[in-house]
């Protein structure tokens, strides 16, 4: 064996004259291939400016001197062009691409294309440096995760995934700010889906917890929100506080009520009775309506031209906690004409006196209808 098998590298043979010659076109050769950085890799041809030491990968089509190189490396040494035949797996930088490339059996591909898949990597850093506490690092000022399209072999979702061994351990996103912690969302500690901020990373406050079995919401730091994770309610309902941490649903129409002038049922209430009907809402209005009849006869005269009804007395429909207001109104039932009005005598919180007023004399009796609202107070 005269060469060697990897390189073709040329042995000294025994009782060989001039040995310096193959000792030093041997080194020659090594100097060509060792650490391999080529100039080009699209020419076909040299250009004839080239200078020893020179290296270029030799394109498709390759004619004049380097005529059926194609995919070779062309080293200029010693003033003359040799062909070198890569190996498969021989990396050489590019210097005009700045890429490595790696040659396959089926010639020169970037290394970029040939690595496409890494495995079992302990460390990795992006425009950083990894190292045991964080060995996966990354440097950056935008980062971007996109779904592989169903034209692309994927199905159009992206779906990012995170574990941990068991309920104490932590799973989180902390956000920090120069370096110090003031966010955290995850599962920490436990299975349920957590919110903790702080003002300095080292004192935490939790400030929403998701409750991993029920899902229902709970606000440790703000007891309003926090009475309201165990509420349910129909239709119409409304949320009623009753103290600093707590809340029940309640009925927006439905019975009013107070204890201390603050409200404590429902927000509005009416209903009807046979003294008439009556509306009550929760900052205490309540407001009254009835109808009563009289009998204006010209046996009863006020003074001068004016006639009255025997009063009568109307009851409220619901009770006000002090004196009201009123306003009447009179109508005729009987289809007789007359001016005629109605006129309160007595009021207070449960009744009011009524009698009917005609202006004028009018052989008949006349029946008026004299209906009333009272507005006032339930508390």
Same mark, same amino acid.
């Given at each position: ?57 030799? +394109? ?24 070198? +035949? ?38 990795? !850093? ?10 996966? +690092? ?50 920490? !500690? ?10 300095? !990373? ?178």
């Amino acid at each position: 064996m005269e060469n060697t098998t990897n390189l073709n590298l040329p042995y000294i043979m025994p009782s060989q004259a001039q040995k310096h010659v193959t000792h030093n076109e041997a080194l020659s050769l090594l100097d060509a291939v060792i650490q391999l950085s080529v100039r080009d890799r699209d020419l076909t041809e040299p250009s004839g400016t080239e200078s020893d030491g020179e290296r270029y990968i030799v +394109a498709e089509g390759a004619t004049g001197a380097w005529l059926d190189w194609d995919g070779a490396i062309a080293a200029r040494i010693d003033g003359s062009w040799q062909r070198i +035949a890569p190996h498969v797996g021989w990396i050489a930088w590019v210097e005009d691409e700045e890429k490595f490339v790696c040659r396959t059996v089926t010639g020169w591909f970037d290394l970029s294309e040939t690595l496409l898949t890494l495995q079992n990597l302990h460390l990795l !850093g992006v425009g950083t440096t990894a190292d045991s506490a964080n060995p996966f +690092a990354a440097k950056l000022n935008n980062a971007l995760w996109s779904a592989r399209y169903a034209g692309e072999g994927g199905n159009g979702n992206l779906r990012y995934t995170m574990n941990k061994e068991g309920p104490p351990g932590v799973l989180s996103l902390l956000m920090q700010s120069a370096w110090s912690g003031r966010a955290e969302i995850g599962l920490v !500690g436990d299975d349920d889906l957590v919110i903790k901020t702080s003002p300095d !990373g080292t004192t935490w406050k939790e400030a929403l917890r998701l409750d991993r079995t029920s899902g229902k919401a709970s606000f440790p730091q703000t007891p309003a929100f926090a009475a309201l994770g165990n509420l349910t309610g129909g239709n119409g309902a409304f949320v009623r506080f009753t103290g600093s941490s707590s809340a029940v649903m309640q009925a927006i129409v439905g019975t009013v009520s107070q204890t201390g002038g603050v409200p404590t049922g429902a927000l509005l209430e009416s209903g009807a009775n046979a003294n008439g009907t009556y509306i009550r809402y929760a900052d205490g209005t309540q407001i009254c309506a009835g109808i009563t009849n009289t009998q204006i006869t010209n046996s009863v005269v006020v003074t001068g031209w004016f006639y009255n009804s025997t009063p009568c007395t109307a009851t409220f429909a619901a009770a006000f906690s002090a004196v009201p207001q009123i306003i009447f109104n009179a109508n005729r039932s009987d289809g007789l004409g007359a001016v005629r009005l109605t006129a309160c005598t007595v009021l207070n919180t449960t009744t009011t006196g009524i009698q009917g007023i005609r202006a004028v004399s009018h052989a008949n009796t006349h029946e008026v209808n004299n209906s009333y609202v009272a507005i006032g107070r339930w508390y």
